[in-house]
C-alpha cells in the first residue's frame, strides 16, 4: 500500500539556519512527489514537484528512489518560511496520498 | 484565471443530521475534483474524487456520499451525521493529465464541521 511519513511534527530552527523536512514514502510503482505548503491564513497551496526539478523559495526536493524519500531543503531558513509543510505522493493518475504535516517555526 | 469556492467555512450540525457542502470552480473544464478530510494531527485522507459528470470514487467506506451534477460542481453529503464526521474538508481540483505528467491539485479555503 501507498504511504507517505512525515517523523517531525514541528521543525524549530533559526532565522539563516538550514533547514530540511524529512518525507519518506512508499510505493510499489513509479512514484510523482509534491510537497504542499500552508501559511498561517491561506490556502494550501503547491510548492514543488520532483518532476518540476525547480526551486522554489529557495526551497529544493530530490527524489531517492533508493531510500524512498523526498525531504525539502533550504540552504537558510527565513522567517516567511514559517508554515504548515505538507508531502503528497500521487499514484494512480488521481489519487492523492498525503503525509501528516510539518510544522516549521522559524525563529528570528 | 481558475478559482475554487467551497462554502460554509463553518457548520455547525447536530447528530443525525443531514450534510450539504458544496464546491465549485471556475475558469476551467472538465477538472478533476477531490474532497479530502483533515482530522487534527493527521495528513489529508483522500474521501473522493471524480474525474467527469456522473463519475465518483470512494477511496475509504465512511458515512459520506459525494456527487458531481455539473462539471466543475462537487457536492459532499450526508444523510445522517456521526460525531466521527466532525473534521476540516477540503476541496480541491486538478486539470487533466497531460502526456506523462500528472498536474497539481489546487485546493479551496475548506469547511470546519462540528457535530455536536
Known amino acids: 500500500a501507498q504511504r507517505v511519513t512525515q517523523p517531525e511534527k514541528l521543525l524549530s530552527v533559526f532565522k539563516g539556519a538550514p533547514v530540511e523536512l524529512k518525507c519518506n514514502y512508499s510505493?510499489?510503482?513509479?512514484?510523482?512527489l509534491f510537497w504542499y505548503v500552508q501559511y498561517s491564513r491561506q490556502r494550501l497551496q503547491l510548492l514543488l514537484r520532483h518532476i518540476s526539478r525547480e526551486s522554489i523559495k529557495g526551497f529544493t526536493a530530490d527524489l531517492n528512489k533508493g531510500e524512498t524519500s523526498f525531504h525539502l531543503k533550504k540552504p537558510f531558513a527565513q522567517e516567511e518560511d514559517s508554515a504548515m509543510y505538507y508531502c503528497?505522493?500521487?499514484?494512480?493518475?488521481?489519487?492523492?496520498?498525503f503525509g501528516s504535516g510539518t510544522k516549521l517555526n522559524v525563529k528570528p | 484565471s481558475q478559482t475554487i469556492h467551497q462554502w460554509p467555512a463553518t457548520l455547525v450540525q447536530p447528530v443525525g443530521s443531514p450534510l450539504s457542502l458544496e464546491c465549485t470552480v471556475e475558469g476551467t473544464s472538465n477538472p478533476n475534483l477531490y474532497w479530502y478530510r483533515q482530522a487534527a494531527g493527521r495528513g489529508l485522507q483522500l474521501l473522493f474524487y471524480?474525474?467527469?459528470?456522473?463519475?465518483i470514487s470512494s477511496e475509504v467506506p465512511q458515512n459520506l456520499s459525494a456527487s458531481r451534477p455539473q462539471d466543475r460542481q462537487f457536492i459532499l453529503s450526508s444523510k445522517k451525521l456521526l460525531l466521527s464526521d466532525s473534521g476540516f474538508y477540503l476541496c480541491?481540483?486538478?486539470?487533466?493529465?497531460?502526456?506523462?505528467?500528472?498536474?497539481?491539485?489546487?485546493f479551496g479555503d475548506g469547511t470546519r464541521l462540528s457535530i455536536l
Open positions: 480541491a481540483w486538478s486539470g487533466p493529465r497531460q502526456g506523462r505528467s500528472n498536474q497539481p491539485q489546487h
Open positions: 503528497a505522493l500521487q499514484y494512480n493518475f488521481n489519487k492523492f496520498y
Open positions: 471524480s474525474v467527469g459528470i456522473g463519475q
Open positions: 510505493y510499489s510503482g513509479s512514484p510523482e
